[in-house]
């Protein structure tokens, strides 16, 4: 059982964005990025609506951006989705499965954490 002070559950935009924030607070995030790392804008082209990109930028290369953001600034990113999780008491309970790099002998790696940021 490892205990994570702060688990992000989702690799999309509002993940990173939680990840980038958590870190810059010195909460050393650990963010599980499910089946779609980079969530839905990987499934798209130019994005045309964000500022800061005067001539667009493609949904891949935006997330990519998000995510070494991220890691910069002192995120971990792992392989994995939240299968189940007991938020009832604290510290708060969770279950992934599908790392690429097993943690020990358990193949559903459990997990203790003192915050957690729900998927949006
Ligand atoms: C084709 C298309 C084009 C789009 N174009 C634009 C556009 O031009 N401009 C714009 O502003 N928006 C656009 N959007 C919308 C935009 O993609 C979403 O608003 C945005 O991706 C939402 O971000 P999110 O992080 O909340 O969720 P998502 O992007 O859906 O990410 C969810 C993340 O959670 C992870 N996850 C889910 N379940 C689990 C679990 N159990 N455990 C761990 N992780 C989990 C997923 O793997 C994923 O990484 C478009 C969407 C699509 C589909």
Redesign the pocket.
């Known amino acids: 059982m490892e205990r994570i002070k702060c688990l992000i559950?989702?690799?999309?935009?509002?993940?990173y964005t939680a990840a980038i924030y958590a870190s810059r607070a010195d909460i050393s995030p650990v963010v599980?990025?499910?089946?779609?790392?980079?969530?839905?804008?990987t499934?798209?082209t130019d994005?045309?609506?964000?500022p800061g990109f005067e001539n667009g930028i493609s949904?891949q290369q935006l997330v990519d951006t998000m995510r070494a953001q991220a890691v910069r600034l002192g995120a971990e990113i792992r392989t994995?989705?939240?299968?189940k999780a007991d938020l009832s008491e604290r510290p708060f309970k969770l279950v992934i499965d599908g790392e690429k790099e097993g943690r020990g002998r358990d193949p559903h790696h459990r997990y203790w954490c003192d915050s957690k940021v729900p998927?949006?």
């Not at 559950?9 to 993940?15: D, K, L, S, T, Y």
């Not at 499910?34 to 839905?40: A, M």
């Not at 994005?47 to 964000?50: D, G, H």
């Open positions: 559950v989702g690799g999309g935009p509002a993940g599980y990025e499910g089946v779609q790392p980079g969530g839905q804008l499934t798209t994005i045309e609506n964000y949904g994995g989705a939240i299968t998927r949006t």
